[in-house]
């Protein structure tokens, strides 16, 4: 699962809210060939800059709630027309953010940053090999 937003404040603040997202380890839960067994497996999120300062977020499709609602949109400021969203939200491949539960949130360091959430990609893919090597050779996940 992707989120791409974009965050504004001072640079400090931000640098400290992208560092922390940066650092977050998830749980990426697995199963076997045989669909019998599960297993969960800690990973790293993903975070990638896209051009003109959007970010894009990547983790497990499991906690696109808990992620959603720690960045949620903080941004009263500055808001986007629906049309402008619309047109960024179709150059960079995205959909709309879905309606998300509120009831936990990740410890990002998100005070005094201001984040304005544009979209969201699903993918499914295979995980590469040297991941699910040794134990957990030939188990999959969903989608990442």
Excluded: C
């Excluded at 404040?9 to 650092?23: C, F, P, Q, S, Y």
Aim: aromatic content about 10%.
């Amino acid at each position: 699962m992707h989120v791409i937003f974009i965050p504004y404040g001072r640079i400090e603040l931000v640098e400290k809210t992208l560092n922390d997202i940066r650092a977050q380890k998830y749980l990426l839960k697995l199963t076997s060939p045989d669909k019998k067994e599960t297993a969960d497996m800690w990973i790293e999120g993903q975070l990638r800059v896209l051009p003109f300062a959007f970010y894009e977020h990547v983790f497990p499709v499991e906690n696109l709630d808990i992620v959603l609602n720690t960045l949620g949109d903080k941004s009263e400021r500055y808001q986007l027309s629906k049309t402008k969203l619309a047109m960024i939200r179709s150059v960079l491949h995205a959909k709309p953010i879905p309606e998300f539960k509120t009831d936990k949130k990740l410890l990002w360091v998100t005070q005094d940053v201001h984040i304005i959430l544009i979209g969201i990609r699903e993918d499914v893919m295979d995980l590469p090999d040297d991941l699910l090597a040794g134990k957990y050779k030939g188990w999959s996940h969903e989608a990442i």
